[in-house]
Structure formats: structure tokens, C-alpha cells
């Protein structure tokens, strides 16, 4: 069975705290994502990795970092959170086959809210 | 410029009624499309691709390059249909997708 799993459901933490999101996942995929989930704005691509050691940018980087040691874990780091990132965070998987690599496997989420 | 458009936030309707919700979207290339959807408490998963042109859970999509349109269409709501559903567009070759906003169906009794 496919799995990603993400390190909390729900986290709440404080205005300048340093937040560590985990996502892992077990199908040796490739590709990776972290997403934020807004109602009315729907999915924001963060950042995503292509291999370890790898990133790129998404939409919305802006407060946000990243870091791919393993390939089966990829972190999303809010350097100094602030209370306009409290969100839903989606981390995603997906292989680079040809016929496969858009389908994206889900995390069930975590639920940030900064006070 | 790359876009995907779900203009509606909300639709409603009863329990055997049609359904289609909308998504166009904006693209230079040759576009392949998507439909994710988010059941109540469940992870987003993929519903279904336009490549494949399959039927999954009664629901189709055709993709319309003339109005650049991917409207997913199901002749009979159930109740079980009753989620958020986003279109997604590949962009690049490595995996890419852009989401809509969603749009949540809300299937009445």
C-alpha cells in the first residue's frame, strides 16, 4: 500500500518559532512536494525535489526552506513562523516514469496554526 | 501564462441529478489534465487523467483543446460524490502540477 506519512496531524507553535515539518514516504519516489492548502486558493506549491540534495522553488517559497538528505524524506522548515502560515501543509510524492509521474501521492496533512 | 480556473466554489445539487463541475485552464503546450479529489477526512488522490479516458466511479472528463476545457461530468450524483474536487495541469517534464482553487460538491438527499 502507498504511503506518505507527515510527522504531525496538528501543530501549534508561535509567532518566531522555527517549525520543522517531516514528510516521509515509503515507494522510493523521486519527486517530492510540500503544498499549502488555503480554502478559496487552493493548492500553493511550496517547494519540491527531484532527487536528494535537490530543490527547487514553487509558488510560494517566501518564509519557507527546505532539505532532502534521504530520498524518502523531505522536510519543509519555517525559518521564524509567522501567524500568516498558519495553513494546512500537504507534502506529496511521485515517481518520474512516463506514465506516473503526475500522479502525486498524498500526506493526510498537518495542520500548522501559529499564534 | 499557466493557469487552471474553477469558477465555481460551491455547487449543490440532489442525489441523482447531473453534475458537472468546471475547469478550464491556460497553457502554450500540449496540456495533459487531471482531476484530484478530497473525500471528507481523506488524503487528496488522484481521480482520474484525460490520457487515459476512463470512467472512475462514474465520472468522465473530456478535454476540449477548442474551449480549453476539462469538465467533469457524472450523469448521477450520489451522496458519496460529495468532496472537493481539484483540476490540475502538468507543466514541465519532471512532475509539475498547477491546482485550481476547487471546488466542493455538495451532494443533497
Known amino acids: 500500500d502507498v504511503k506518505v506519512t507527515q510527522s504531525s496531524r496538528y501543530l501549534v507553535k508561535r509567532t518566531g518559532e522555527k517549525v520543522f515539518l517531516e514528510c516521509v514516504q515509503d515507494m522510493d519516489h523521486e519527486n517530492m512536494f510540500w503544498y499549502r492548502q488555503d480554502p478559496g486558493l487552493g493548492l500553493r506549491l511550496i517547494y519540491f525535489?527531484?532527487?536528494?540534495?535537490?530543490?527547487e522553488k514553487g509558488d510560494i517559497p517566501e518564509g519557507y526552506s527546505v532539505s532532502r538528505e534521504k530520498k524518502e524524506r523531505f522536510s519543509l522548515i519555517l525559518e521564524s513562523a509567522s501567524t500568516n502560515q498558519t495553513s494546512m501543509y500537504l507534502c506529496?510524492?511521485?515517481?518520474?516514469?512516463?506514465?506516473?509521474?503526475?500522479?502525486?501521492?498524498f500526506g493526510p496533512g498537518t495542520r500548522l496554526t501559529v499564534t | 501564462a499557466q493557469r487552471v480556473t474553477q469558477p465555481e466554489k460551491l455547487l449543490s445539487v440532489f442525489k441523482g441529478a447531473p453534475v458537472e463541475l468546471k475547469c478550464n485552464y491556460s497553457?502554450?503546450?500540449?496540456?495533459?489534465l487531471f482531476w484530484y479529489v478530497q473525500y471528507s477526512r481523506q488524503r487528496l488522490q488522484l481521480l482520474l487523467r484525460h490520457i487515459s479516458r476512463e470512467s472512475i466511479k462514474g465520472f468522465t472528463a473530456d478535454l476540449n483543446k477548442g474551449e480549453t476545457s476539462f469538465h467533469l461530468k457524472k450523469p448521477f450524483a450520489q451522496e458519496e460524490d460529495s468532496a472537493m474536487y481539484y483540476c490540475?495541469?502538468?507543466?514541465?517534464?519532471?512532475?509539475?502540477?498547477?491546482f485550481g482553487k476547487g471546488t466542493k460538491l455538495s451532494v443533497k438527499p
Open positions: 506529496a510524492s511521485s515517481s518520474i516514469g512516463q506514465g506516473a509521474r503526475y500522479e502525486q501521492y
Open positions: 525535489s527531484y532527487d536528494v540534495k535537490m530543490k
Open positions: 490540475a495541469l502538468s507543466v514541465g517534464s519532471q512532475g509539475n502540477l498547477i
Open positions: 497553457y502554450s503546450g500540449s496540456p495533459e
